[in-house]
T-cell receptor, first 112, second 114 residues
Framework: DAKTTQPPSMDCAEGRAANLPCNHS???????VYWYRQIHSQGPQYIIH???NNETNEMASLIITEDRKSSTLILPHATLRDTAVYYC?????????????FGKGTKLSVKP | KAGVTQTPRYLIKTRGQQVTLSCSPI?????VSWYQQTPGQGLQFLFE???????NKGNFPGRFSGRQFSNSRSEMNVSTLELGDSALYLC?????????????FGSGTRLTVV
């Protein structure tokens, strides 16, 4: 089962920052937090991942709390093309059964 | 460069039949994973292949099997199809097994079992 809890849906105005929260209170010290998104009718797309430090790439920023029990994905300037289901994933240690364990995700709707 | 290619895009099969789905990874990628996506269960991991060997497996019955060829292309087979096998089957590739830097997914094969 997924070890994460995300709100089922969120809205964001175009051009504004989208902040997507994720709770993972049972995360272990060697488990990474990954974010993927799935645009309708496409396969999931990798966004970003991190262990305990904040991370940033060309798509997004990932903020992980100091106790690692929650994280936030930030899309700094959301566009209509960012409308998708966003999945927060706690990845088990290398070699564990299973790999990326997807939960229900958050459906983000970016509105004009 | 070309992405992950899955064929066919759509497939309709009858209960009891078997089906084979194909996945061509990104050039240079040696790991291929398979996932099943249904409205009820969401995205579920099936298995991952690297260097022609299954390295990891999810909780699916033995009717679901796969293989990987020396050129890294992979096939997934489902035997004795059931109505509940109707789903979007997604393939993902990466440079190595248990890649740290994300997997690239294809657009999937939508299987309908009637």
């Amino acid at each position: 089962d997924a070890k994460t809890t995300q709100p089922p849906s969120m809205d964001c105005a175009e051009g504004r920052a989208a902040n997507l929260p994720c709770n993972h209170s049972t995360i272990s010290g060697n488990e990474y937090v990954y974010w993927y998104r799935q645009i309708h009718s496409q396969g999931p797309q990798y966004i970003i991942h991190g262990l305990k430090n904040n991370e940033t790439n060309e798509m997004a920023s990932l903020i992980i709390t100091e106790d690692r029990k929650s994280s936030t994905l930030i899309l700094p300037h959301a566009t209509l093309r960012d409308t998708a289901v966003y999945y927060c994933i706690v990845r088990p240690p290398r070699g564990s059964q299973g790999n990326l364990i997807f939960g229900k995700g958050t459906k983000l709707s970016v509105k004009p | 460069k070309a992405g992950v290619t899955q064929t066919p895009r759509y497939l309709i099969k009858t209960r009891g039949q078997q089906v084979t789905l194909s996945c061509s990874p990104i050039s240079g990628h040696r790991s291929v994973s398979w996932y099943q996506q249904t409205p009820g269960q969401g995205l579920q991991f099936l298995f991952e292949y690297f260097s022609e060997t299954q390295r990891n497996k999810g909780n699916f019955p033995g009717r679901f099997s796969g293989r990987q060829f020396s050129n890294s292309r992979s096939e997934m087979n489902v035997s004795t199809l059931e109505l509940g096998d109707s789903a979007l089957y997604l393939c993902a590739s990466s440079l190595a097994f248990w890649s740290d830097y994300g997997y690239t997914f294809g657009s999937g094969t939508r299987l309908t079992v009637v």
